[in-house]
């Protein structure tokens, strides 16, 4: 195989994508090198299978390296397209998959593996799921349960070697499909140091473009301006920084759900928003099961119009977990570092008018007039403003590998809990104005931004100022939104922020929603 390198590479078309190499591409290339990838590989492949992009891109970094070799790529492509094939069944393919365990074992596959403990049968007896190939009541030993207990929660991509053996029975009934061995598909090791490195050789705008490739989309498109693809990172603050709950209401197809569903194993989300509080906080079962919150980053509600919060006991639990990170459910306390995002659809422009009285109103009855609820947003991201998704709008350069990320995100920047003041060092809070929600829930944008743009948390003042405004922006529009509910509970209608050099007084607000155009900051 003949090698191409980086600085000899033109252009070359994979299938139907077309790469054109630019600086940006060498660059992360040459600092990150085995932890980047081509996403264009990534869109390729994606409509081939049922799995989430984290693992198509953990394969395709094992067989693609060398990203600007038109032939390694061709045959990475070739393998990656082969384990596809050969590994991760179709879902009608079940008997075949069942047959193939129990005439050539061991037997190989990769799916999404989740678990769940039968207490009715003997001491209790934990059954395996493999969603994809769609086979149930698949022995798993609680050896593996245990090492791997986020099987217990949504599922977790796997490697997977099974075996036949049809002398397992309970209740006479034979349960013969045994997981042998069971691997987690992720990177097993990231290093700090060496992604602070690595992000000192670029840019903050580079580095900006860096993150927004990383999650497939294309910042030099025309309508990616600076403001949108800050709000495309406002997505990923839930996977950097704990208990950070946001709401987002817009169109479709803007990629509400992407974080939770593609790019990230620690985000989970629930179709329809449904969820039962015991899997979401703490089991009924004796000894209890901690719930979702506890094992999580992010918990995504999706299309939360439709769903149900009926009981205040409920709707309670939520709201103490939102203020407090913990909840207590009868004797047993809860504590968790998961975020909650609400996701849901409205089918209007608030910039060109209004079709509800409050932009809170499309939630679920029960809630949507809840002034006390909503409080606890950290941050309502106006949908409204991020473009629907076409064609045009993914990448086809460079970003990093999913798995890398995700797995930095979850182990090392989450850890990080001295960002959200930084801003301090050049600005102030006017005294009085801001209510301590207020403080910490910009405080928490502020940090969530800084892990991802500046994660060594160095930074000029001008930088501070953007991420500052924009944190405070996003929480002023949950106050206004509050304002329109009950004016005579909450007035603030504007945040402002002083200068400590100048003393200048600068005001943040949102003006021109439901009456005309909109200007923020």
């Not at 992360?28 to 891109?57: C, H, M, N």
């Not at 042998?180 to 992604?195: A, G, K, M, N, T």
């Not at 207590?328 to 089918?347: H, K, L, M, Q, S």
């Not at 009855?365 to 991201?381: E, G, K, M, N, P």
């Amino acid at each position: 195989m003949q090698s191409t390198s980086p600085g000899e590479a033109g252009h070359m078309a994979i299938g139907k994508a077309e790469f054109k190499p630019n600086q940006l591409d060498h660059l992360l290339f040459e600092a990150f090198p085995g932890l980047v990838i081509r996403k264009d590989l990534t869109q390729e492949i994606r409509g081939t299978s049922k799995a989430p992009s984290y693992v198509i891109e953990f394969m395709l970094g094992k067989y693609c390296a060398n990203l600007f070799d038109d032939n390694e790529v061709r045959e990475g492509l070739r393998l990656v397209n082969g384990e596809i094939a050969r590994y991760i069944p179709r879902g009608d393919e079940t008997e075949m998959v069942k047959a193939a365990i129990r005439e050539h074992a061991p037997h190989r596959l990769i799916d999404l593996v989740q678990v769940e403990l039968n207490e009715k049968l003997r001491a209790g007896v934990y059954w395996a799921s493999l969603r994809t190939a769609n086979i149930q009541n698949v022995n798993i030993s609680p050896e593996i349960v245990k090492k791997h207990q986020r099987l217990l929660l949504a599922g977790v991509w796997c490697k997977l070697v099974l075996i036949y053996d049809d002398d397992i029975q309970y209740n006479k009934r034979t349960y013969p499909f045994v997981i042998q061995r069971l691997d987690p598909i992720q990177i097993s090791h990231v290093d700090l140091d060496e992604y602070l490195a690595g992000r000192a050789l670029f840019t903050r705008d580079q580095w900006i473009d860096v993150l927004v490739r990383t999650m497939g989309y294309e910042p030099k498109h025309p309508r990616m301006t600076q403001r949108i693809k800050l709000l495309y990172l406002v997505r990923m603050i839930p996977l950097v920084e704990n208990n950070y709950h946001l709401i987002e209401l817009g169109p479709r197809q803007t990629g509400k759900s992407f974080c939770f569903t593609e790019f990230s194993p620690y985000g989970s989300l629930l179709a329809g928003g449904s969820i039962t509080v015991p899997k979401l906080f703490v089991s009924n079962t004796n000894p209890p099961q901690p719930g979702l919150v506890t094992h999580a980053d992010v918990v995504g509600f999706d299309e939360i119009a439709g769903s149900s919060f009926n009981a205040d006991d409920d709707k309670n639990l939520y709201k103490s977990y939102m203020e407090n990170g913990s909840v207590n459910r009868g004797t047993i306390p809860v504590n968790g570092d998961a975020g909650f995002v609400f996701n849901g659809n409205i089918e209007f422009d608030p910039r060109n008018g209004m079709l509800a009285e409050h932009l809170f109103k499309p939630l679920p009855a029960s809630i949507s007039d809840d002034t006390a609820f909503h409080d606890r947003w950290a941050a309502y991201l106006p949908g409204w403003e991020l473009p629907k998704l076409t064609p045009e709008m993914f990448t086809r350069h460079v970003g990093f590998i999913l798995d890398y990320t995700s797995e930095l995100f979850h182990r090392e920047l989450r850890r990080i809990n001295n960002y959200g003041t930084l801003w301090e060092q050049w600005f102030e809070a006017p005294v009085n104005q801001w209510s301590a929600r207020d403080q910490r829930s910009i405080n928490r944008t502020f940090s969530g931004l800084t892990k991802l743009i500046f994660p060594a948390g160095v930074m000029e003042k001008e930088d501070a100022r953007l991420l500052l405004e924009l944190a405070m922006e996003l929480r002023l529009r949950v106050l206004v939104q509050l304002h329109i509910m009950s004016s005579q509970e909450f007035r603030t209608t504007e945040l402002s922020y002083i200068d400590k050099d100048t003393g200048e007084t600068n005001v943040v607000r949102i003006i021109g929603e439901g009456e005309g155009n909109s200007e923020a900051f």
